[in-house]
């Protein structure tokens, strides 16, 4: 079998209304009118997102501390849950995909073709949209695949009992915390939330890992270093062929793992997004500069929106996503001489 993973970043979200990082500053301006200090923090990282803005409060927290970075701190930290939380009441109310007779089409359809699925977003939109929806039926069209998974499932995870209130509307997320056991289950998809999630309570906190020192912080969750060995486990299965979805490859150490299986494992890359093949050219922004070698793993790209492409109204772009499943080969059809 040939290991199909797919990994999502906020550009996968934002097809159904999600925040991309630009976006999210300027919900954070909407959500701190009262609040002029941090505000002027706020604008001071305009150009490298709020994410910046979090890790500067961060370390002046823990070096300069003041009264008023606690404060500064804590706001900043109560914007972005509420950011997440309108999202996850969005989503609640948004339709996420269609009904098609055509057993090729779908959003549904089309997740259930990977035998794992990673995400760098925080968000609960495949909580409410296809976790509890995708059944064994699903799963079965996809002839393909070797032992067949009969549903969906987060690895490591229990009900919390406790729910998380924000908004004006009082809207309630339920909660899960992290069990005693992080090990997959046979026949179910994992979806693996490699930066946490808003519904993953830590404590009195989220289980959140947003800033610049990602690595370190992911390193005081045990359920996240598991979560990360699944993901560099998978990658560096032979033949594997990783689709990835929205990310923009500026995290260092998600683009380690990847280049890492690339050059060691012979992984391929199809990579969707605004800016296609583009996305991993050589930028020196771009955290882990990559070579050569990891152009070459680009196996397909597609710059069209992957929710228009899977409905079927995009039929060249879905015929070249398809090609990523049949590993690269083309059918050709031999017709006798008369």
């Known amino acids: 079998m040939i290991p199909h993973i797919l990994l999502t970043g906020a550009g996968f979200s934002y097809n159904w209304g999600g925040y991309l990082a630009s976006e999210a500053f300027e919900y954070l301006l909407g959500v701190t009118e009262n609040d002029e200090d941090l505000r002027k923090v706020l604008w001071a990282d305009q150009n490298r997102g709020f994410e910046a803005t979090l890790a500067r409060l961060r370390k002046e927290f823990e070096e300069n ?3 008023q970075v606690e404060q500064d701190l804590r706001n900043m930290t109560t914007a972005v849950r509420r950011m997440f939380g309108d999202m996850w009441l969005a989503f609640s109310q948004s339709k996420f995909d269609e009904a098609f007779e055509d057993p090729r089409l779908g ?3 089309f997740l259930t073709r990977f ?7 925080q968000d609960t939109l495949l909580e409410a949209h296809y976790l509890p929806v995708v059944t064994d039926t699903d799963f079965a069209k996809n002839t393909y695949q070797g032992p067949r998974n009969v549903g969906a499932y987060r690895p490591g995870l229990v009900p919390a009992m406790d729910t998380l209130t924000f908004g004006s509307l009082a809207a309630r997320i339920p909660l899960f915390r992290a069990s005693d056991d992080f090990s997959p289950t046979r026949n179910l998809q ?3 939330k490699l930066h946490g999630s808003i519904d993953i309570k830590d404590g009195r906190d989220m289980m959140l890992i947003l ?3 990602k690595e370190a912080d992911i390193g005081k969750h045990p359920l996240l270093e598991s979560y990360h060995a699944q993901f560099e486990w998978w990658l560096n299965m032979p033949m594997a062929r990783l689709m990835v979805i929205g990310y923009s490859f500026a995290d ?3 683009n380690r793992v990847i280049f890492n299986a690339i050059e060691k494992r012979g992984l391929k890359l199809f990579l969707v997004g605004p800016d296609g093949a583009k996305t991993i050219d050589s930028n020196p922004a771009l ?3 990559p070579r050569q070698q990891v152009k070459d793993a680009i196996v397909g ?3 069209r929106s992957i929710r228009n492409t899977l409905s079927g109204r995009d039929m060249v772009e879905l015929m070249k996503i398809e090609r990523f499943f049949h590993d690269g080969r083309m059918a050709i059809t031999r017709i006798p001489a008369l």
């Open 65 to 67: 501390y003041t009264p």
């Open 287 to 289: 955290p882990l500069n």
């Open 211 to 213: 800033g610049g020192n």
């Open 115 to 121: 035998d794992a699925i990673f995400t760098l977003n």
């Open 107 to 109: 959003v549904i359809r």
């Open 252 to 254: 260092a150490h998600i």
């Open 190 to 192: 994992p979806y693996y």
């Open 301 to 303: 790209a597609s710059r």
